[in-house]
C-alpha cells in the first residue's frame, strides 16, 4: 500500500519561498519587452501666457432643467494671447483635463457675486467649450472669499481694458477720418485759387482776342 505524506502543507510552502528567493537573489536584470517613450501633449496654451491661476469647480445653468448643473472642478485660467494680447478664460477638469470653459473675455462683460454665497460669482458668455458657441450663464464656486474676489477682481480688469482699447481705437479711427476730411477741405481750398488764376487768364486772352478784331475791320 502507497504511503501517504503527513508533512505540513506550512513547510512546501518554505521550501516553494526559498527557491523563489534564491531566483530573486541572482542579480539578474530582466530588459522591459516594450519600450514606452515620452509624447509630447500640447494644451494650445503655448502661445499664451497665465495672468490668474485658481482652483475651482464650475457650473452652468441648465435652461431646460431650470437647475445649475456641475461641469468639472479643476484649474480656472486667464489667458493673454502672446501676439494679439487678446485674453481668455479657460478652465479643464483636473483629472482629464477635459475642458469645461473656454470663451473670450470681451468688452461689456460683467461678474457679480453669486446671491447668498460669497465664495461664488455668475457671469453670462459666449463659450466654445463644446466645439460651438453658446450663450451660457456660469457660476464658479472657489475655496475661499479672497480666491473669489481676486477672480471678480481680474475680470473686471480685462473686460475694462479690452473696452478702453475699443474705445481708444474708434477714437484714432475717427481720429483718422477727420484728418483725411480736412486734408481733402484743404486742398480744394489750394486748388480755386488756381481755378481763379486761370479764369482771369482767359477773361484777358479774350479781351485781346476782342479789341484786335475790332481793329482789323475796316472803317466805312
Known amino acids: 500500500m502507497a504511503s501517504i505524506s503527513n508533512e505540513p502543507e506550512h513547510e512546501h510552502r518554505d521550501e516553494e519561498e526559498s527557491g523563489a528567493n534564491e531566483d530573486e537573489d541572482t542579480g539578474a ?31 452652468r445653468f441648465d435652461k431646460d432643467g431650470g437647475q445649475w448643473k456641475e461641469r468639472g472642478a479643476g484649474t480656472v485660467k486667464f489667458l493673454k494671447r502672446k501676439d494679439s494680447g487678446k485674453i481668455r478664460l479657460v478652465m479643464r477638469q483636473s483629472k482629464t483635463l477635459k475642458i469645461c470653459a473656454n470663451h473670450l473675455v470681451i468688452s461689456g462683460m460683467s461678474v457679480q457675486e453669486h446671491a447668498g454665497n460669497d465664495k461664488s460669482c455668475v457671469w453670462h458668455a459666449r463659450d466654445f467649450s463644446d466645439g460651438e458657441l453658446k450663450d451660457e450663464l456660469f457660476c ?30 474708434d477714437a484714432a479711427s475717427d481720429t483718422a477720418g477727420l484728418l483725411e476730411k480736412l486734408t481733402v477741405e484743404e486742398k480744394k481750398t489750394e486748388e480755386k485759387p488756381v481755378e481763379k488764376v486761370a479764369s482771369a ?20
Open 29 to 59: 536584470q530582466v530588459a522591459p519587452i516594450v519600450r514606452l517613450e515620452e509624447v509630447a501633449v500640447t494644451t494650445g496654451e503655448e502661445d499664451e501666457d497665465t495672468i490668474l491661476d485658481l482652483k475651482s469647480k464650475l457650473y
Open 140 to 169: 464658479i464656486r472657489f475655496a475661499s472669499v479672497e480666491n473669489c474676489k481676486a477672480f471678480m477682481q481680474k475680470f473686471k480688469e480685462v473686460a475694462e481694458s479690452v473696452e478702453e482699447k475699443e474705445e481708444s481705437k
Open 201 to 220: 487768364e482767359a477773361e484777358k486772352e479774350k479781351a485781346v482776342e476782342e479789341k484786335k478784331t475790332e481793329e482789323s475791320v475796316p472803317s466805312t
